[in-house]
């Protein structure tokens, strides 16, 4: 009984040894920081640009001053490693990955034993890859702003977050840039004035609005007018014919199109925008 009770104090007591430690920013002064740690410690980074990369084999807390703290990587490698549970990185602006996709080189890299970290309201710019969370249960990536390489092309950047084989880990991207968002999720929760009113996959959730799907049909040269006049529409630019429809009457104007044979050049489908799917549900408030 007397030995389960000192272990429940050294317990409950060891989080108030915690250090905090006032990081400056100059060359190998994060590295020595983070070695001459303990576990549970808060590196607190100065304003300035902090030398990476860095290893994190221990649990620790690193918080920035939000915009004017920056850990630079080396060019080569993920800028900061964590290969420990719980770590807390927090408020920096992080760049300078390398550019390898065999080792998704990133921003921030979660090992599989990084469980339970978090990387919360940091900037991760330049980085071939923004966090990739490679195998870290119970994990959180909440709240960051991530903007890739913009001298690779677009095929050959990246992911901004990359979860493998991560079990119980939550991702949440805030943003504005909705056609960005769109492209990189499968599941969308819609808030409004603090409210969730929409919280599904995107295709479920463009069912379920019931927007109209717009049908472009480039015509051939001098045949835009014949066009219109055989589906009606809007003439845009003198060379293309625009359409709206729901869902259940796309194949019947597809065969409309369809039949007006070597008039039409080209066709294109655009299924509702996240930003038309966002206005929808914030509008009419639906749950």
């Known amino acids: 009984m007397i030995k389960r009770a000192a272990a429940m104090l050294v317990f409950i007591a060891s989080p108030l040894w915690a250090a905090e430690v006032d990081v400056p ?3 190998g002064a994060l590295v020595s920081a983070i070695q001459a740690a303990a576990p549970g410690d808060v590196l607190r980074l100065a304003p300035g640009v902090h030398a990476g990369p860095v290893v994190i084999d221990r649990p620790l807390v690193l918080p920035g001053d939000a915009g ?3 850990v630079e990587g080396s060019g080569e490698g993920s800028v900061i490693v964590v290969q420990v549970p719980d770590v807390t990185i927090r408020s920096l602006t992080i760049r300078g990955s390398g550019s390898s ?8 890299r979660l090992g599989k034993k990084a469980r339970n970290s978090r990387v919360v309201g940091n900037h991760l710019i330049g980085n071939l890859y923004g966090v990739d969370v490679h195998g870290a249960h119970d994990a959180a990536v909440i709240g960051n702003v991530i903007e890739g390489r913009r001298d690779h092309r677009v095929n050959d950047r990246g992911n901004g977050v990359y979860v493998w084989n991560a079990q119980g880990t939550t991702i949440v991207i805030a943003s504005h840039a909705l056609t960005e968002v769109e492209a990189r999720t499968d599941r969308i ?6 409210r969730l009113i929409a919280n599904d996959r995107l295709g479920n959730l463009r069912m379920r609005a019931g927007l109209p799907i ?5 015509a051939q040269d001098g045949r835009t007018e014949a066009v219109h006049e055989r589906l009606g529409g809007r003439r845009v630019n003198g060379a293309s014919v625009e359409l709206n429809c729901l869902q259940d009457g796309k194949l019947a104007l597809l065969a409309s199109v369809t039949d007006l044979g070597d008039l039409v050049s080209d066709v ?4 509702p925008s996240l930003d038309d799917i966002y206005r929808h549900y914030s509008g009419e408030g639906l749950t």
């Open 25 to 27: 920013a100059r060359p």
């Open 68 to 70: 004017n703290t920056t």
């Open 101 to 108: 996709h065999e080792t998704r080189d990133a921003g921030i």
């Open 189 to 194: 929760a819609i808030l409004s004035k603090g």
């Open 214 to 218: 717009r049908i472009v049909v480039t």
């Open 268 to 271: 294109q489908l655009h299924d």
